[in-house]
């Protein structure tokens, strides 16, 4: 009876132990690697965790590639207080460039779809996200919890405003504060960084096309215009919380709209503070009198209406103290519009005496407060001279009630590269600059081809006004264009090779543009000599496809020499008694293998002189002839054709063109 009892003891102690075993407590909670990888890389006090409280997810299971602790920097992206920060991503986080692995091998490709890594259906849901959660202890005193952060996005800049909305949401839970929540997403960011200035980020991507509009393949290769991605500047946040309680952090980054374009969010130095912190942010656009942004030059007496962004994006109030809170100066080469200055709140003035724009007001946290006030550009200011204006604010950065630190004002739609308040950031101090176009009004206004593209079209202007462009001939065996093979004076010249079955082609003026009448119009030209018969006419018609003028160059062969020995005859126009010839130096009066000028230029009311010049610029014929029946002063177009289709085909080309104006 002892040995059963004592059996059944053991059989007894044995099933309570091996349950103890099998079924743990529900208190006990498995450690997540991944989250206190992460947590340890960015918390700045390791004793303020609650042990085993960090849980980490994202659609990447199990290889959790959408997080990453980094341990050296990635260009602008490095730590600000130890040795290591974290990015969490929608794609894979860390990817250098942020783009598709097509071929499948592991890496990111260069150049590649800018459409990222993803992982799940690209339209479906869920939506790719990571996440991290944790719990801390606020030590005692503390009443702040803070951190860096800074969002990246290759959403930007062509879904901004759209459903494809990518956005980080940072949420603190407290005891005694509540639920305090933080979001950055694509339509709200202050994008300050492009990708230019993103090196090494794996945002550094460009649109190989130099337009970044929709989807694009994109490389690492700076290009003008290209920029395809962009980010915040990187900003302190802070979140109220009371000493001694335990409160529970989450950062998430999720795709919105999609699962397309990819974004990644850098945190680091999570910590505590005794006080919340204040952080002024201010922000100066131009824009015109119809409220469009100024983006080029603007003219004499032109209002400029320039609006400031005043943003606290701390957690405390920036207070009115002693003393402005916003000092402005009215420009040089401008003058104030009266009563033009208002705020949306606070009290603004404008300062006589000082010539200034001052502003006495309360920044609440996480506020804006919008100034607003206009100038207009002084009559008479040089051209090409800069409008240049910049605002300070002056704040209190620890609130001790003195306004102790100053802010400039920061044109977001510019970029000098200069770190003007030496704070280490080169884009968030740029003036906001105008440049003035004086129009004085032209006599003379030439194309000499020099700053147009060799193979392409012409296009000229005057101080911004366009008042000449060319067609551009796309016809086999035919040539309209810019050429760097001939010219007079300067380096580049207008060629043309023109058989019937390239024409018509054009040169097109828009010369109320320039706002004064023309009264003469000039070119050099020149012309081969081997040919067939060929010929070119030079139809001058105005606004209403009405004959101003014409010219015809004729070739007729005057040797032996099938293809060599050929001249050229020119020949203007008169209304009443038809054609004309136009007689040269050269001997019989024939144009050949020479520069010459032809000028036509009003002489009455219905006549105009034709004048032949020789490539010294010697005048060596003139003839006066009738106008075809429209006003000169209306030249729209020069239509030029070609009535044969010759096998060798003459090449003319036309160089230093230019037309003189008078004005009423």
Known sequence: MICKNIKVILIISLFFSLSFIILPSENVKALDKKAEDLIEAILINQSTYITNSGVYDDLDNPQHRQAIVCTSPMGLLEPTHNSSFILLSTGIAGSVPVTTDSDED???DNPGDERGAWFKSLYGYPRDFAELEFQLQVPANMYCVQYYIRFLSAEFPEYVNTKYNDKVTITVVSPSQGTHERIISVNNASVQVWSSDMQGTG?????????PDKVDIVNLTPILGGDDAGATPLQLFEHPVSPGEIVTITFRIEDVGDNLFDSTVFIDSLGFSEEMQRDIIARKSAYDENGDLVEGSLECGTVIKYIIKLNNIGQANQYDNPGDEFVDFIPDNTTYVSGSAIASSGSISFNPAGNNITWNGMIPSLSTVTLEFQVIINAGVANDTIISNQGTVFWDSNGYGVNDETELTDDPNSADGIDQDEDGETNDDDPTNITVIA????????????????GESAIESYLGRRWFETSNCYTMGNIFEVSS????STLKSFGMKIRSTGSPQYWNYSLLELEGDIVWWESWFTCGNWSEK?????TFMNSNGQIISKLHFEYFQNGDDYLTDWVIKLYCYDTLTGWHRLYSDYPGGYLFNDWYKIRIEKNTTSTIDYKLYNSQGTLVYLKTKGLSGATFSDLKTIEFTSTKNPIVCPLFFWDEHSIGLIYN
């Open 106 to 108: 592991g890496y990111p």
């Open 203 to 211: 945002f550094d991507i460009f649109s190989i096309e130099a337009n």
């Open 439 to 454: 129009y004085d009004y032209p006599s003379v206004v030439t194309e000499d081809f020099t700053d147009d593209t060799s």
């Open 485 to 488: 093979n001939y010219y007079y």
């Open 534 to 538: 060929s010929d070119l006419n030079l």
